[in-house]
């Protein structure tokens, strides 16, 4: 999404035969059948359902950092197939907010390298990860609440971040976002209370994104943070391994040519994940 829309889901083909609880208005969701794809690395995808009808689907990736290493890119946009066949890793998600020059709105850190600004006030949380040593005193992925936490770029532990907005939840459970009728394509990333790191994406247009923020609240992921990531057209997660593969939103997957030529969906940020060799 460019700086002109800043201001600002799911695959819905399988039924589980359970639902869930999740958030108020009404919503609940099928139970997650996880597949394994990879060492600490399952993959989901249940119905959002309102009042018993299908509204949305989600495709979900629960990502264990202990097993799997995060690398941001950034660079010029491209498609994010074309992004994953260069780096070769096994999930390649979208980044953050971009100006019409392809430039980070908040702060992007890859392998170290701080790119874009570092006092953007819109930004509200912060996606790390890597950090240098390794030291056993910091997760190796989290969410920072930049609300209390001050990010120096020369000072950060983390080898990797991007900054983002909103925070759709914080570590208190407190929603942090407003309500608006503006509904779109999501990409969340957000953290459990297992340390893991899980990616959600929407296939439809239903969430708003406070709507999001109290799904996520209610549902049976166990959500500790959440942080929005950009939507529309960028939102987009690519999943490639041996035995595997898959695109999400799927309804744009038969126009993956298209996605290819058009820059409409073009990304400028991502993050990669990559089976840890440590």
Same mark, same amino acid.
């Given at each position: 999404?460019?700086?002109?829309?800043?201001?600002?889901?799911?695959?819905?083909?399988?039924?589980?035969?359970a639902?869930l609880p999740?958030?108020?208005a *009404?919503?609940?969701?099928?139970?997650?059948?996880?597949?394994?794809i990879?060492?600490?690395?399952?993959f989901?995808?249940?119905?959002?359902?309102?009042?018993?009808?299908v509204?949305? =689907?989600?495709?979900v990736?629960?990502?264990d950092?202990a097993?799997?290493a995060?690398?941001?890119f950034? *660079?010029?946009?491209q498609?994010i197939?074309?992004?994953?066949?260069a780096?070769?890793?096994?999930?390649?998600f979208?980044?953050s907010?971009?100006?019409?020059?392809?430039q980070?709105?908040?702060?992007?850190?890859?392998d =170290?390298?701080?790119?874009?600004?570092?006092g953007?006030?819109?930004?509200?949380?912060?996606f790390?990860?890597e950090p240098? *040593?390794?030291?056993?005193?910091?997760?190796?992925?989290?969410?920072?609440? &930049?609300?209390?936490?001050?990010v120096?770029?020369?000072?950060?532990?983390?080898t990797?971040?991007?900054q983002?907005?909103?925070?759709?939840?914080?570590?208190?459970?407190?929603?942090?976002?407003?309500?608006?009728?503006?509904?779109?394509?999501r990409?969340?990333?957000?953290?459990d209370?297992? *340390?893991?790191? &899980?990616?959600?994406?929407?296939?439809?247009?239903?969430?708003?994104?406070f709507g999001m923020a109290e799904?996520?609240?209610?549902?049976?992921?166990?959500?500790?943070?959440?942080?929005?990531?950009?939507? =529309?057209t960028?939102?987009q997660?690519?999943?490639?391994?041996k035995?595997?593969?898959?695109?999400?939103?799927?309804?744009w997957?038969?126009?993956?040519?298209n996605?290819?030529?058009q820059?409409?969906?073009?990304?400028?940020t991502?993050?990669?994940?990559?089976?840890?060799?440590?």
């Amino acid at each position: 999404m460019t700086a002109r829309v800043f201001a600002l889901v799911v695959i819905g083909w399988l039924w589980l035969g359970a639902v869930l609880p999740a958030g108020a208005a *009404g919503l609940t969701h099928t139970l997650p059948q996880w597949q394994t794809i990879g060492r600490g690395l399952v993959f989901a995808q249940v119905e959002v359902l309102k009042d018993g009808e299908v509204v949305d =689907g989600l495709t979900v990736v629960k990502i264990d950092p202990a097993s799997n290493a995060f690398r941001v890119f950034h *660079g010029a946009p491209q498609a994010i197939t074309v992004w994953q066949e260069a780096l070769q890793a096994p999930i390649v998600f979208n980044g953050s907010y971009y100006k019409s020059d392809g430039q980070p709105c908040g702060l992007v850190i890859a392998d =170290g390298k701080p790119i874009g600004p570092t006092g953007n006030r819109q930004m509200r949380g912060m996606f790390v990860a890597e950090p240098k *040593g390794m030291s056993p005193d910091l997760p190796r992925a989290t969410i920072l609440d &930049l609300l209390t936490t001050r990010v120096d770029p020369k000072k950060l532990p983390w080898t990797q971040g991007v900054q983002s907005f909103p925070l759709l939840l914080d570590y208190k459970g407190k929603i942090r976002v407003r309500n608006s009728e503006k509904r779109s394509h999501r990409t969340v990333i957000a953290t459990d209370r297992n *340390g893991n790191i &899980l990616v959600f994406s929407t296939t439809g247009r239903f969430f708003t994104l406070f709507g999001m923020a109290e799904f996520l609240k209610g549902s049976k992921f166990d959500i500790d943070s959440a942080l929005n990531l950009d939507g =529309g057209t960028e939102s987009q997660v690519f999943i490639k391994t041996k035995d595997f593969e898959f695109y999400s939103p799927p309804s744009w997957e038969n126009s993956i040519g298209n996605i290819i030529d058009q820059q409409q969906y073009w990304l400028p940020t991502v993050v990669g994940v990559f089976p840890r060799q440590d």
